[in-house]
């Protein structure tokens, strides 16, 4: 098995990802790190099973993603998108651009069959540990009820094989829990998924009840599910600045907090997506996973052993089967 | 100057409503409070300048909107908002049934004109205490742009007017800040905002910068307000619980979480858009005001002051005269 890695993803690239390959190849020595980056000085020596693939160029942050998928066709992001293609890679993982790396999926590692349009699939966080998948976070912001659809058929799969979840509870991000609640999107939507007997389908899901555990697999639209992911960082964020505030408010209330630390601590990694891995980008014809931004080495590692299992319990191939249009059939 | 308030409107009605009208009867002894209501008998003999006014309906919670509201003309809600449009009330609260009361708003106080859908506009609170008045959080899931447009420039009247901002920097809801990004409605929506010399507009703002006071008026489509808002209250929720879980692990954190405990009851308390009072359903020929539905008497008391504003300073003529079509125009 070979999981490939972009050198330039990410806020402490490159050295967050050789760290984050690190761990992983001392957890799981029988795989190949691939490390795709344009200074081979970046590999230490003393790192086993580890291989540089040499590029020319990188894809920024504040990069146009689709004129800088055309025009760097040497970048890792997308030689590491070809290798998956090429099958020089099993899986490639990028903590750079979004933008770019689902452009650079769609052009390079290509779409399967079936699926008009590649879903971001990040985990949400949630009170029970369990965490919820979400898709589409952005992908494709102006979405289409038979997207919604493919995103509850994909998701269901991954959160079978990769999160282990038993016949996931499927919801419809909505403004109501009712039926008929909503757009005309999530109208035709809901009817679209209410049909699908293979699903677990739960209906509508309201945003306050996400962090409750109120489904497995969440579907929106793209733009919707990019507020979400969004709000609830910044919302959290919010919270944790002024608690520190109040925190640090007096010496006795620094002492009171100094007992607290651990307990905060252990709360604030519960809900740190980092620890779930990264967000794979479903619809492409092999796993390619964006980590966050912010990524640090353990969040690298914790994203190879998504992609082991991404490999592992064969995705592609049940996302394939499932979605591609049958013999008679065109769903294109 | 008469508020009216609707008896049967939220979970603490009607105790919360009359005990919201006895503080506020206090604090104004010059306005005319009008409590509506089907029992009389829920009005106290103490309270002064409390007029009771009698109906034989109520419009309950799981009450089907469009339908109840037809249904039920002889409603507290229906009343209401026909008092308002009569000239018999100056402005109407209720913490009732959302659907409901904008139903009965558009029918029976009645549209501005050039205002082609109402917006439901709440204060979310920020870090600053300063707070974003965001609209549309759900009266019209289904926005286009104009009705975006619309927004800017009926929130920048209530926010000057009422919130006291000067110039208040007006941002639209978006999935990046560059100019281009999201879908059509929001490219055009932005289009039509950057030609406004009049609006003070600073560009698109993401979910994570909102409670960091990223702008003073939000507007976006219903569908994505009500997600933010709902999503928000979630997020909140389910880190108070975490919290509290946190807290009362053993004897020490338990009296650390003591000491703490007015810190986050003043956090707790600033993060409450209970204290901003309700939020007004803007573009309709009166002031309505929805309280939310937990609200005690704290909130509808709020609510009242809110009220006050709104009629004094003059928001609906400032908002006809803004927004209404001129001489030879036709913007509807």
Known sequence: MRIAFDAHGGDHAPVAVVEGIRLAAKEW?????????????????????????????????EDEPVKAVRRKKDSSMVVGCQMVRKGEADAFISGGNTGALMAAGLFHTGRIKGVDRPALAPIFPTLSG??????????????????????????????????????????????????????????????????????????????????????????????????????????????????????????????????????????????????????????????VIKAHGSSDARAFFNAARQARLFIDRGVIPRIIEDLSPKKGEDNE
Chains 1, 2 share one sequence.
């Open 29 to 61: 020595p029988d795989v190949t790190y691939i490390l795709i980056g344009r200074d081979p000085s970046i590999l230490p020596n003393d790192l086993a099973n580890v291989i540089f693939k040499h590029v020319t160029e990188q894809i920024e942050p």
């Open 130 to 287: 369990r965490g919820t998948l979400v898709l589409d976070v952005g992908a494709n912001p102006e979405a289409k009820p038979q997207h919604l659809y493919q995103y509850a058929r994909m998701g269901r799969i991954y959160a079978e094989k990769v999160l282990g979840f038993e016949a996931p509870r499927i919801g419809l991000l909505n403004i109501g829990t009712e039926e008929g609640k909503g757009t005309e999107l999530t109208k035709e939507a809901f009817s679209l998924l209410e049909k699908e007997s293979s699903l677990r389908f739960i209906g509508n899901v309201e945003a306050r009840d996400i962090l409750f555990d109120a489904c497995d697999v969440l579907v929106c639209d793209g733009f919707s599910g990019n507020i979400l992911l969004k709000n609830t960082e910044g919302v959290a964020k919010a919270i944790f600045e002024r608690l520190k505030e109040e925190f640090m408010r007096s010496l006795s209330t620094k002492i009171a907090a100094a007992i607290l630390k651990p307990g905060l601590k252990r709360f604030k990694n519960s809900m740190d997506y980092k620890e779930h891995g990264g967000a794979p980008l479903l619809g492409l014809m092999g796993p």
